[in-house]
């Protein structure tokens, strides 16, 4: 199949991301004030860059350049559709994580005004669902591609970035809610279900 069909694959998922994070980041602007506690603000603000040059740059230029040309590697079709297909499910699962963490969500660190510990729907899985999806949509991209320089980009910016944040956001939450989350550490795993 031709090259131009992956490329409208990955830009719908790139394009259906963008939206869902985009209505939660005009929600989070116009409820900022509410937010009393900041954890490690400048590493924070670093670590979501890092995501953009990690994720987005060379998600970009693969679109619409062929300077990463030399990455590619052969991959089945029937792969790189299921690449597609995983992507709809880590699409649908990011919209689900910032709709039950509705208020509490936020792009760096907080603790909001009234956070409540979110312990339901797919905060039953894992506790960072969010990263969950992450995952997924990175081995999807790395599929719908078939390139190894940008899943190489993806999967260290999001090595950093639960290397870095996540021991922090588990602070924050024990700081917080206290024992209420050592009881949901003990009966969740961090990224996947029963494994890690
Ligand atoms: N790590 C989570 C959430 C990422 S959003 C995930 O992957 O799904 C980051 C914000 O969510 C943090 O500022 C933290 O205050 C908040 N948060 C993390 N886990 C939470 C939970 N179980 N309930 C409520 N808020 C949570």
Same mark, same amino acid.
């Given at each position: 199949?031709?090259?131009?069909?992956?490329?409208?694959?990955?830009?719908?998922?790139?394009?259906?991301?963008?939206?869902?994070?985009?209505?939660?980041?005009?929600?989070?602007?116009?409820?900022?004030?509410?937010?009393?506690?900041?954890?490690?603000?400048?590493?924070?603000?670093?670590?979501?860059?890092?995501?953009?040059?990690?994720?987005?740059?060379?998600?970009?230029?693969?679109?619409?350049?062929?300077?990463?040309?030399?990455?590619?590697?052969?991959l089945?079709?029937?792969i790189r559709?299921l690449g597609?297909?995983?992507?709809?499910?880590?699409?649908?699962? =990011? /919209?689900?994580?910032?709709?039950?963490? $509705?208020?509490?969500?936020?792009?760096?660190?907080?603790?909001?005004? &009234?956070? *409540? %510990?979110?312990?339901?729907?797919?905060?039953?899985?894992?506790?960072?669902?969010?990263?969950?999806?992450?995952?997924?949509?990175?081995v999807s991209?790395s599929l719908i591609?078939?390139?190894? =320089? /940008?899943?190489?980009?993806?999967?260290? $910016?999001?090595?950093?970035?639960?290397?870095?944040?996540?021991?922090? &956001?588990? *602070? %924050?939450?024990?700081?917080?809610?206290?024992?209420?989350?050592?009881?949901?550490?003990?009966?969740?795993?961090?990224?996947?279900?029963?494994?890690?």
């Amino acid at each position: 199949m031709n090259e131009i069909i992956y490329k409208i694959l990955l830009a719908t998922l790139v394009l259906s991301m963008n939206i869902i994070r985009g209505y939660y980041q005009k929600r989070y602007k116009s409820t900022h004030a509410v937010t009393t506690r900041v954890k490690q603000k400048s590493r924070e603000k670093l670590l979501v860059w890092l995501m953009f040059f990690s994720l987005a740059i060379p998600g970009l230029i693969w679109l619409f350049t062929n300077w990463l040309s030399f990455g590619q590697f052969y991959l089945p079709g029937s792969i790189r559709i299921l690449g597609f297909i995983i992507g709809v499910f880590a699409m649908w699962l =990011f /919209y689900t994580v910032h709709k039950t963490l $509705g208020d509490n969500w936020s792009p760096t660190l907080e603790i909001r005004k &009234e956070h *409540k %510990l979110i312990v339901s729907g797919v905060y039953k899985w894992t506790r960072h669902p969010m990263y969950t999806a992450m995952l997924f949509q990175m081995v999807s991209f790395s599929l719908i591609t078939a390139n190894w =320089f /940008y899943a190489c980009t993806m999967f260290a $910016g999001l090595a950093i970035l639960l290397i870095t944040r996540v021991p922090d &956001e588990e *602070k %924050l939450m024990m700081e917080e809610f206290g024992e209420q989350y050592k009881d949901y550490m003990k009966q969740t795993k961090r990224l996947i279900p029963f494994i890690f």
